[in-house]
């Protein structure tokens, strides 16, 4: 039989939770699988003359490391070599970690060359079990894995500078806010059309030129963050304050559409580029019918 020894009988128990799962209910009380604690040891045996519990085993092994020792050696790297010791900043880069392991981040991950971790997992993996017949998981995890674990740094460090990223713009974004406080409305309802290219438009449907939207800009602004506010969209969005904004885009995710609503927040309604057109023509409609002759006593 295979035996794996564990330092941790926690660690034990839940690796022969993951071989039972992958092996189901038919092997629970199956003595192919044991479970022998030591004092503070756990050793997990494994009958491996049967392919099918060998290949369960080697699966299982894999869901172990994915799913409970990967966060373990993430936050140990943080700790340790990044000083990160607050338990809540850990977990934001977690998140971050995480999101660029399942291919959410695809901007991040490229930024990280030669590293398929499942494959690295697996390979190590499949060449212990061929190789032993009885190891112990920190041995594993200290020569098997190293090469691996010098890798993880990278994952890391990418996910330390998103992160740092994300509060510089958190920061930004409550700056902003504040300054948007307590500021008169110069148009009460704004409609603004992201649609090759931004165009502001005022309550009347009448597009607001790009000259008078740079006497609108409040200096104090740009004086105050010239680097990081757009002075395009953001800054004369900001020096106008407007009650509503009526943002018309066919691509919400894109950023300036966040960036606009994270600082705005309930001020904007969100609508489809049809939206504007429809509404310009039955505004221009009715404008029309009002101002007409006929119409009037």
Known sequence: MLE??????????????????????SHLNSDNILLIEDQYIGKVKIDN?????????????????????LNDWF?????????????????QILDIMQSILEGNRVELA??????????????????????????????????RMRPFMDQLEKYVEISIDE?????????FIQTLREFLMGRDAKINHLHLLLD????????????????????M???????????????????????????TIFLYSDDCEQPLVRTI?????????????SSFYQRKGSFSYYSDKENSPIDKP
Do not use: W
């Open 196 to 215: 090759d290219g931004v165009t502001f438009f005022d309550e009347q449907f009448y597009e607001i030129k790009r000259m008078e939207l740079v006497r």
């Open 4 to 25: 794996i020894i564990f330092q941790s009988i926690d660690d034990a128990k839940k690796f022969q939770y993951y071989i039972q799962t992958q092996l189901g209910p």
């Open 75 to 91: 936050r140990f790297i943080l700790k340790e070599q990044f000083h990160y010791d607050d338990e809540e900043e850990q977990q």
């Open 49 to 69: 003359s049967q392919s099918v519990i060998e290949t369960a085993a080697k699966e299982a092994f894999f869901q172990f490391l994915i799913k409970i020792k």
């Open 110 to 143: 490229s930024l990280i060359d030669g590293l398929n971790m499942n494959r690295e997992l697996q390979d190590a993996i499949d060449q212990m079990f061929r190789d032993h017949l009885s190891f112990s998981f920190e041995s594993f995890v200290r020569f």
């Open 217 to 243: 800009i409040d200096r104090k602004l740009i004086s105050n963050h010239p680097v990081y506010v757009d002075s395009v969209t953001i800054a004369p969005l900001l020096s106008i304050a407007p009650t």
């Open 163 to 171: 992160y740092k990223m994300e509060q510089e713009y958190q920061m």
């Open 261 to 273: 609503c994270n600082i705005f927040e309930e001020r904007v309604v969100k609508l489809p580029i």
